[in-house]
């Protein structure tokens, strides 16, 4: 299974896509989720959140009860300060 998912997610990577791996996103708690009947499906989902300037943060996994699920986060890694806060220069 777990060949599976690197099979999967090198197709992934081999048409551009990349996710953020290894890095938690404590800070950042939006997130969009796709979640479809087929891989299919969500990998087409995903890639409808990709071409909105969302970035993937889960490829297509499928979960137990038989579902698809994919992840994105916004491009952005931090919220603007608007001139506030450790961040700004003032």
Known sequence: MVAHHR???SVFTQMG???RRGRHTA????RFAVQADTEA???EGLR???ALGLVP???PKQLTDDRWMARAVPG???APTN??????SG
Do not use: F
């Open 7 to 9: 099979a999967r997610d």
């Open 17 to 19: 896509y990349k996710t």
């Open 27 to 30: 800070g950042m708690a939006l």
């Open 41 to 43: 499906e969500c990998a």
């Open 48 to 50: 409808q959140l990709v």
């Open 57 to 59: 943060a889960m490829l």
């Open 76 to 78: 952005k890694t931090k």
């Open 83 to 88: 001139g506030r806060g450790p961040e700004s």
